[in-house]
């Protein structure tokens, strides 16, 4: 797969020939509630849309050009929901770009702790954002957003917390430090309303595996954004693993739908 340089300075759709760079983002906002800027898609489509694909492409990169080119090689291997880690260079003006480029994409930002940074992901064109843990005023702030919030969340006690305080699908997180895809089936049963994504040391051929046991879907980084890839720049690499782990999700969450339509 050919490699194409890419520049991430790009005219704001609203403002013709006003350019981007990273001391003109939307500044630290005040904390006031979010209910005004949402970006005419709703929560309900982006969780279907997550739900639907199976998977969710975890990137971090080291610099905002390899963070672009990383991703569009995996967007056009297949991957359908992406996640832009926070600790990425740039990652703001990175999400801005992609979400120009490719805006059928469900494309969010992770690892977010504030309620500040998740506005100014918001601003960029998040359409989900991530959490390590549950960020009350994150949750609360974006009920009325537009943007999908998925909390972490590691318990029974967090799982049920973060769900009565509004949130519509959850991170179960770090999953293989508590059992892989038999703590999901376990923590599924006294939760069966709640949708869940498992999280952290997930390799593709174990996605079927979580989905058969009740994950909305996974988050896959290394499997897709291996290291060695990265480190290589090696795009061709990241577009195979992209593809291999997007048809995992799509016959994974297909198996599950004919198992259920089965049982009605």
Request: glycine letters at 8%; hydrophobic letters at 45%; one cysteine or more.
């Amino acid at each position: 797969m050919a490699s194409t340089s890419v520049s991430i300075i790009r005219p704001l759709a609203s403002s013709p020939g006003l350019q981007i760079s990273p001391s003109q983002l939307p500044p630290r906002p005040n904390r006031l509630r979010v209910c005004c800027f949402s970006r005419g898609i709703s929560t309900e489509k982006t969780l279907t849309q997550i739900e639907s694909s199976g998977v969710i492409a975890c990137l971090r990169a080291n610099s905002a050009e390899l963070a672009i080119e990383a991703a569009c090689a995996a967007l056009h291997g297949g991957i359908s929901v992406l996640e832009i880690v926070m600790s990425t260079p740039g990652v703001f003006e990175v999400l801005q770009q992609l979400v120009h480029d490719h805006p059928t994409r469900v494309l969010g930002v992770g690892t977010v702790l504030n309620v500040e940074d998740a506005k100014r992901a918001m601003i960029a064109g998040a359409k989900f954002l991530m959490s390590p843990a549950m960020v009350k005023g994150i949750l609360d702030d974006f009920q009325d957003s537009g943007v999908l919030y998925i909390p972490g969340v590691m318990t029974p006690t967090e799982i049920l917390s973060a769900y009565d305080a509004g949130a519509k699908i959850v991170k179960v997180y770090p999953v293989s430090a508590l059992g892989g895809s038999q703590y999901i089936s376990a923590i599924k049963k006294p939760f069966p309303h709640i949708s869940m994504v498992a999280s952290q040391g997930i390799t593709t051929d174990s996605v079927g595996e979580y989905i058969a046991q009740g994950a909305s879907s996974v988050v896959l980084s290394d499997a897709i954004f291996d290291k060695e890839a990265m480190g290589q720049k090696n795009f061709t690499k990241i577009y195979q693993l992209a593809n291999a782990a997007a048809l995992h999700g799509n016959e994974a969450v297909d198996r599950m739908k004919k198992l259920r339509l089965n049982h009605l």
